[in-house]
Structure formats: C-alpha cells, structure tokens
C-alpha cells in the first residue's frame, strides 16, 4: 500500500511538471508531453527554454530487424488555437535535411544540388492535430514536402530552424516521428532534437521579423545547380543589418518559372502598421519592366492575401529613382487587414539575357509613414527665427524627430499632433520625422521636412529707377523699384516704414497709384514749390515674408520743375478697311500728320507714342509734322489713342490723337440659299474684299472657301491677316432651304403605247415639279417629253422660294404595245345565207361587235367574245370588234375584217378534215413544236404567214406540219432567224376546195 502511494505521489508530480502553463512574455509554449516513445528528455521540450532540446531517438537495428525502432514525441499546448493561428517548433536533425526542405516544393531537387538524401536515410514527419483528430500531415520523404502555407520548414537569422504552422482548424497538439530509412543499412541510428513549441511573439521582437523560408515554381535541377536560380542566404534578409541581402533569382532563363521568399513574424499587425521592403533591382532589369513580375503578398497564416500587388503599382517618383539609379529603396506596404507574413515572388521575363535576380535586405513592420501638416511643408522663414513643425501619424504611435536621414541624433521625440519646435536658425536645414510604437525601436522611414532660411533684405538689396533727372511738373513721376529678391513692394514717406503710401492715396493735390504686378509708384500733381521730394521703399520675400526692417528701406529724391506750357494738336488719321487690310497684308507703314499750335517751336522734337513703341518727327517752320508709324502697332494699341510728346526744353508738352478703327459691316447677316444649288463659302454676301470665314470668333484657322454651306450654321467674316484684337468678325447665319423629295403612290407606273403618254402624265403628289433624266438632276427634261419604256425620270420639289429638293423621287416607266384585237373566222369565199361564227379575244369587257351585210344570229353583245353572222349580201361585207382591256393595252381601237361572199352550190363541212391548230410552242421540248394543221397533208396547198405589220415572216408550198417558228424569207427578219413571241397571221389556199383558210396564230417560246 505505501508502494502505491509512493508510486502515486511520483506520478503526480510527475503530471505537475508535465502540465506547467509556460508563458514567456506573449508568447505561450506547448506545455504538455502528451505521447512519447524512444525520447531523452522530453521535459525540456516543454520547459519554455529554446536552448534545451529533447532528443528522439530512430534505429535501423541488426540483422533481420532486431532491434530497430523509431521515436516520436508529441506536445500540447494549454489552450486549443484557433485556426489559421501560427505557431513555431524549433527542430534540428542529425541528417542535413532542413536547408533542403526550407525550399519548400524545390526540396528535392535542393537535396540533389545540396548532395542530400531525403529518401530513405533519415525521414521525420510532422502531424497536427486537435485532441487526437488528425488535421495535418507533412513527411520529409514526400515530394513537396512542407510547400503548404500550413506547414513549412523555417530558419531564422541565426540559421536555426523550425517549423512554421498555420492550419485551416483549430488545433492544440504538434506529433513529431523520428525514422530511419531503408538504405542507410543496420546498426543505424539517427537523432531528431525538438527544443520547444509556441505560439505568440517575444516582446522584444516588436516589428522585427523572425523566419523566412522560401519556394519556387517552373525551375529545373540544373538551373537551381549551375543556372543562378533559388534563394541565397536567405537568413540575411531578416538579420536586422541594412548592409546585407539575401539574393532572389531565377538567373538567365527563356521558360516561365517563378522564384519567392517569404518573411515570418511572430505577431499579427495591428490597424495603422505598415510593412516597408528594402530591396534593389539591377537598373538595366528595371528598364525591361521586372518590376512588374515582382508579386508583394501580405497574409496573415494560411488565409487569403490581406495584400496582393506589383512592385511597380507600390514605387512613386522619388522611390523608382532610388532604384533606377541602383540604390536600396524602402518600399511601403498598407496591407488591408492583419498579415504576419510577407512575400516576395520573382517571376521570369522571357526572352532577356541577363541574370534576374533581388537584392532583399530587410523586411520590419512599423507605423505608416507620418503626414505632415500643410504648414509643415514648403516651410520657409526669416533667418534668426525658429518654427513648429508638426504630423501627425495613426493610433498611439509617436514621432520622432532626426537632423540625418538614417543615424544621426534623436532631437525629440512628440506625441502626434504635437509640434516640434526648431531652434533658431541662420541658414536653411533639413529635419527628418518617423512614426514609431514608444515601445518598439522600429520605426518608419524619415520623411525629410526642410526649413528654408531666408536672409531679411537690406536698403541695398533694392534698386529705384526713374529719378535720375528732374522732372517737369506736367508730367507723371514713375519710379519703379527692382531687386533680386523674389516679392512684392510698400512704399512710405519715412524711412521708419511708420507712414505707408497706399494705391489710390491722395494727398492734397497730388495722387499717388502702385502698379500690382511691378510695384512701380506713379505720382501726378507735384510741383516745384515742395521740391525735393523723399519716398522709401521696402521688399517683402514671397516665400517666408522677410522685410527690410524700420530704418533700412531704400530712399529716393525727386526734383520738380515747373511748366506752364501746353500745345493743341490738330490731326485725324483716317483708318478705313482697304488701309487696315494693306496695313496687314503689305505694308504696315502708316502716315500719321498734322499741325501743333501752342507753346511748340520749330525745330522741336516730337515722339508719337503708339502702343509702347515711339516714333519720332520734327516740327517743320508752319509747325506741321509726318511721322510714318507702325500701322499693326497703331491697330492693337490698347487705349486707341496716339500719345504725342513734344520736346520743349526741360518739359515734354504732351497730347493725343484719337484713333478711329473702322468696324466690319455686312448688310446681310442672314442669308438664304436654296440647298440643291450646293452654296459654298464663296456664295455668301459680303461688301468687303480680301474676306475669309471662319467657324468661331476666335478660331485661327480659316476655313476653304469651297467649304459647303450648312443649314443653320453661322460663319465669321474676317478680313485676311487682321486680327480679331483690331477688328471683330461678323457672323452671319446661313439658312438652307430644301424642300422635301415629291411623293408618289406608285414609284414604278405603266403606260400603254396608244396612250402618247408624256412626262406630264407621270402621277407625282406635288403640283409643282421638275423632270430630270439624272439622278443627280443636271439634265431637265420638258414636261412635253414622251416617256420611254423602261427608262427611270427623277422628280424634284420645287418649294414656293423656287428652290429644289435635293433629293429627287425616281419613277421607272413602262410602256406597254399591247396585243392586237384579231376576229377569227372565214372570210373568203363565204356562202351567202350560210352561218359563220366569228371569234375574238376572251376576257375583255364592252365588247362592240358592228356587222355590214349580214344578219347576227347569235353572240355579239357587250359580253360575247363571239358573233354568228348570216351573210346576205355580196359586197361591202365587214365584220368589226371593238372592246376595253382592263388587264393590258389594246394596240388598236377596233379590228375590222371584211367578208367576200358568193353564191354557193355546196357548202364544205367537216368531211374536209381541215383543222388549224393556231397556238404553238417552238422550244424544242417535243410537245407542240410545230404549227399544225389538221389533214393539210390530204391537200395540195400554199400558206404564207404574216406578223402583225403585215410583212410576209413564212410561205411554203405543200405545208406539211413542218414549220418550228423560223423565218425562211428575207425582210424585217432574216431568213433562219427565230421569230419572237406573238400573234401571228396565216392565209392558206387550197385549189382543190378553191379555198382561203384566213385567221390567227400564237408563237410563244
């Protein structure tokens, strides 16, 4: 029983030891050795101490296994973490394994370049979980071993390793097995040292990085070996020393291929911390556009990028300098949410012959850059003043103050908001200003704010001008101050600056007026009486507002001299158009003459002033003057008004002439033309020469004279070289008229031939048109015009105005010959007081049938398209038919055919067997090829057939059903030419009947 308990009281000690919640700072270590096996001194594992180890221990054994064993240990944390939580075990393996695997999928083949064995000599593997449920497993021997963002090998700066774990569940245990493999052969043994897992940051870390491992894509054994590509000392990037880099390259390739290094820290960012890169870029790879194949990811564990850009969407001005002129720029980051971790992806450019590499020197996090305050930039001031300077930065962060760019002295150190206030200087100085956590020593790039210093101006930095002579009293005293110095100018009377002259000031009779843009002071109504006079003048600096101080203004002295004397000027130039376009266009010379009368001499000097240019003249012995001027000079003088100065002595006699520039009339300022007579520019009305048009007031160039005119347009006159300063143009606006196209109710219409029909009878909507046989309407037709089948007319509209649509209506004609009006029915050799039916086309209507000499027995009304006549006379027998065709034309109004009668014995009947088929179709289809008649071949005969004009087409002796619709006479066919389709007209006589068999046929094709 005492065994038990003492056996109790040691396990639970034991469990005591074991279950220790070890907190260093914010970081919180694996507390708990859960499962162990083959392990020496696991409680050092979990001790919070990373400088002690528990080793697991793996043997391949003896012969035939004996022996052999593997080892694990697996350690809990106190608390479960939730997912996407990072945490860290540092590890060592007896075997070189973890440089190889820090490359994450370029493992094996780092192994072969590394000459290390992954595969069956020392293995470990990796597996988190939650209470015993499996989430995550990584084996040294898999291919891709440890390339997830969940689970990585990771080295710090010293060049110790861990790894970095960030599952997608939540998770409170780590499992590490110890193996040996197959080919490393018996009485083996092989040692994995675990020193401790954690999760948290060390709270002297602060914004310094802690890990980095790094991962490639695309890239091949001997690339990594022999081409450049992979990561070099990739510990260097962390170490904290500005001077060293690790290297990312891809080294010189032609294939897509990818090469990244990833930055671990500790800790989570917080809201307004940045993470600042500094790299460097070969400036010739810049130049090819590699920065945009330089991906910045920021992620916080394995979640989605809280950052994902180019390089070049994150370089302004100032930081694409640095490294176009090969030098380390500090690159910010503004990731939209937590990060702790930051990588950097380098991604080939094809087709380029040099090596592609980075230059990574650091990453760290601080607060984002400061911002200053309006009044903190472009600062200036007086020398011996002092100034606030003050930004402003976000969350608690405070403000450091530097006089150097990197090192140099702390000045102060403020809270955001707060100013630092310089100490008083004499000569311009640059200060520098960071962001910082108070507790952390990272802090953000400086910011330079300079100070310029501005010397305060003296008496002597300041020139006056325009008292170097006395002046007469008539004239105005302008004295016009100039300096090196960049600023505006005050006047006073007294040298203290106590009694300032203001622009407009008068005093007595004398007023006083500063010009704002030259500071130059004019004074009217002095005179000799207060001569001399005293004024002073001081500079205000533009940029920081330094004066001269009371006492140390320039002074200037006028001298007055009185005059008395006045002149009266008698000149009018006349300036008219004609002179204004010469002026511009040849000669710009312009006389301007006249006579002075006054206190003037002859012999006296005189100066015309035109728009700031003198000319100069002499007065004669009558006291007249010519003084040729520059006429653009005289047309653009702003105030239109000569000055004339007469030099009389000391004094200068002054005057003007009134200038009188002529405007550009034009009666007609809306002019109407008529659309269809395509007006161009040169159409529109103007009473003035050398005119061009113009689309604006101000346009500068003219337009073409062929410009079309448009409907609502207006256009500037302006008269060729004379500017729009001198004369104004005159718009006039253009109004087109053009009258709607004419409408029809049919654009295609029929005529028939016995119509006559002209170009009148067209049916157009409109009453007043035009006809063209054009469609561009440049030929016009009499409305007289007879119309042509199957020719096209084009309509215009004529408008009240007179004017013409400019789009015409075209209407196509067609006219019609129509057929002829035929009677079919014996007509020779008729017996009187025997019936004969007579025929004619069917489907008209109206049908007006006139027999002379005979008796209608049947037929023969408005309807009947046939009539039975008993003939009983023997002369001037007819039969006539007329009749409305409401589908076609007729080609004549009636058809008559005439009757000879005689007396006869017998009268033949049907036992003649004589049958006329009198339709045939000549086309060689062998149906009804041929015109035939019924039994002809039982008869000698003759037939003889005619068109319609009655000229001879076909005759033939003995016909024998043989004829196929071909000419075999000359006339208006030749012979062996093909009849057109038609009606036709046989006369066939048989002796032996002493017959004519008379009546019509259809040709059709």
């Not at 690790?246 to 960012?269: D, H």
């Not at 305060?456 to 100039?482: F, K, M, Q, R």
């Not at 009947?909 to 000549?922: I, Q």
């Amino acid at each position: 029983m005492d065994q038990v308990l003492l056996c109790l009281k040691k396990c639970l000690f034991t469990i005591l030891i074991l279950s220790i919640n070890w907190t260093v700072g914010a970081q919180t270590f694996a507390t708990t050795v859960n499962s162990e096996n083959e392990v020496d001194n696991s409680a050092n594992a979990i001790d919070g101490n990373l400088s002690t180890q528990a080793t697991i221990r793996a043997s391949s054994g003896l012969a035939l296994g004996a022996g052999a064993y593997d080892g694990h240990l697996e350690l809990e944390f106190p608390s479960t973490l939730p997912s996407n939580t990072q945490s860290f075990v540092k590890i060592d393996t007896e075997d070189d394994l973890l440089p190889s695997l820090l490359g994450g999928s370029l493992g094996g083949l780092l192994a072969d370049v590394l000459g290390t064995v992954l595969i069956g000599n020392q293995e470990f593997t990796v597996t988190i979980s939650n209470n015993g449920a499996m989430l995550l497993q990584e084996s040294s021997g898999s291919n891709n071993a440890f390339s997830s963002d969940q689970l990585r090998v990771v080295t710090d700066a010293n060049n110790d390793f861990f790894l970095a774990i960030s599952p997608s569940a939540d998770y409170n245990r780590v499992r590490i097995d110890n193996q040996i493999g197959a080919i490393l052969g018996l009485f083996n043994t092989r040692a994995l040292d675990v020193f401790g897992a954690f999760s948290g940051s060390d709270p002297n870390v602060c914004g310094t990085p802690s890990y980095t491992s790094f991962d490639g894509s695309g890239l091949s054994l001997d690339l990594l070996g022999l081409g450049g590509a992979g990561v070099t000392d990739s510990h260097l990037a962390i170490d904290g020393d500005p001077n060293t880099a690790s290297e990312i390259g891809l080294g010189v390739l032609g294939v897509a291929a990818s090469i990244e290094q990833t930055i671990y820290f500790e800790s989570l960012s917080q809201s307004g911390d940045n993470f600042y890169i500094q790299l460097a870029i070969d400036p010739s790879l810049l130049s090819l556009g590699l920065a945009n194949n330089i991906q910045v990811i920021a992620q916080n564990g394995s979640n989605s990028p809280t950052f994902n850009g180019s390089l070049s969407s994150l370089l302004d001005l100032d930081l694409l300098g640095l490294l176009e002129g090969g030098q380390v720029a500090t690159i910010p980051i503004d990731p939209t949410g937590q990060a702790n971790r930051i990588t950097l992806r380098l991604s080939s450019l094809l087709n380029v012959d040099i090596a592609q590499s980075i230059n990574l020197y650091e990453v760290f996090r601080a607060p984002a850059l400061p911002d200053l305050d309006a009044d903190s930039q472009d600062v200036s001031i007086c020398s011996g003043e002092s100034v606030d300077l003050v930004a402003t930065t976000v969350g608690g962060a405070e403000l450091r103050w530097y006089n150097a760019q990197t090192g140099g002295t702390l000045l102060a150190t403020v809270n955001s908001g707060d100013p630092y206030t310089t100490p008083v200087l004499t000569s311009s100085t640059t200060y520098f200003v960071a962001s910082a956590d108070p507790a952390c020593p990272e802090e953000s790039p400086r910011i330079p704010v300079e100070v310029n210093v501005v010397d305060i101006p003296t008496a002597a930095d300041i020139d006056i001008s325009g008292d170097e002579s006395p002046i007469c009293s008539s004239n105005d005293v302008v004295l016009i101050p100039s300096s090196d110095i960049d600023g505006t100018y005050t006047w006073f009377f007294d040298v203290n600056a106590t009694s300032e002259i203001t622009d407009g000031l008068t005093v007595g009779s004398v007023n006083y007026s500063i010009d704002p843009q030259d500071g130059s002071l004019t004074i009217t109504g002095l005179d000799e009486a207060g001569s001399p006079y005293n004024y002073f003048v001081r500079v205000t600096e533009s940029s920081a507002g330094c004066e001269n101080p009371a006492g140390d203004l320039q002074s200037t002295t006028v001298e007055i001299v009185d005059s008395g004397a006045s002149i009266s000027i008698d000149a009018t130039p006349e300036i008219t158009l004609d002179i204004l376009a010469d002026i511009f266009q040849l000669d710009p010379t312009f006389n301007v003459s006249g006579s002075i009368s006054g206190d003037a001499s002859p012999g006296d000097a005189i100066i015309l002033n035109v728009n700031g240019q003198s000319f100069n003249g002499v007065l004669d012995t009558n006291l007249d003057f010519s003084v040729d001027v520059n006429g653009i000079d005289l047309s653009l003088d702003a105030n239109s008004t000569i000055d004339v100065f007469v030099d009389a002595g000391l004094c200068t006699l002054t005057g003007g002439i009134e200038i009188d520039i002529p405007d550009l009339i034009i009666d007609d300022l809306v002019q109407t033309f008529c659309a269809s007579d395509n007006p161009t520019l040169l159409d529109l009305v103007v009473n003035v020469n050398d005119v061009l048009f113009f689309d604006s007031l101000d346009a500068d160039l003219a337009l073409d004279l062929s410009t079309p005119l448009v409907d609502g347009e207006v256009y500037f006159a302006g008269i060729l070289d004379v500017p729009i300063e001198v004369l104004v143009r005159v718009g006039i606006s253009v109004n087109l008229i053009d009258p709607p196209a004419p409408t029809t109710s049919e654009t295609e219409q029929t005529f028939c031939a016995s119509e006559n029909a002209t170009l009148a009878d067209l049916q157009v909507n409109e009453s007043s048109v035009l006809f063209y046989s054009d469609a561009e309407g440049n030929n016009l037709l009499d409305p007289s015009t007879p119309l042509v089948d199957q020719e096209s007319y084009f309509v215009s509209n004529v408008s009240p105005e007179g004017c013409e649509s400019t789009s015409l209506l075209e209407v196509s004609v067609l006219v019609e010959e129509g057929e002829p009006i035929t009677v079919s029915g014996q007509s020779e050799d008729t017996c009187l007081n025997e019936e004969y039916t007579y025929t004619t086309e069917s489907g008209k209507q109206n049908y007006t049938w006139t027999v002379t000499g005979g008796t209608v027995v049947d037929g023969g009304g408005t309807s009947d398209d046939f009539v039975s006549v008993t003939w009983n006379s023997l002369d001037n027998n007819s039969i006539s038919v007329a009749y409305d065709d409401p589908v076609s034309c007729t080609s004549t109004d009636s058809f008559q055919l005439d009757i000879a009668t005689i007396e006869c014995g017998e009268v033949l009947d049907e036992e003649f067997c004589l049958r006329v088929y009198n339709e045939f179709s000549p086309n060689n289809d062998g149906f009804n090829d041929f015109f035939e008649i019924e039994c002809i071949e039982d008869y000698s005969n003759t037939i003889e057939v005619f068109n319609r004009n009655g000229n001879t087409v076909f005759k033939a002796v003995d016909y024998r059903n043989t004829w196929d619709g071909i000419a075999n006479v000359n006339g208006i066919l030749n012979k062996g030419d093909h009849l057109p389709s038609g009606t036709y007209y046989y006369v066939i006589n048989i002796p032996e009947l002493d017959r004519n068999l008379v009546g019509w046929l259809q040709l059709a094709r």
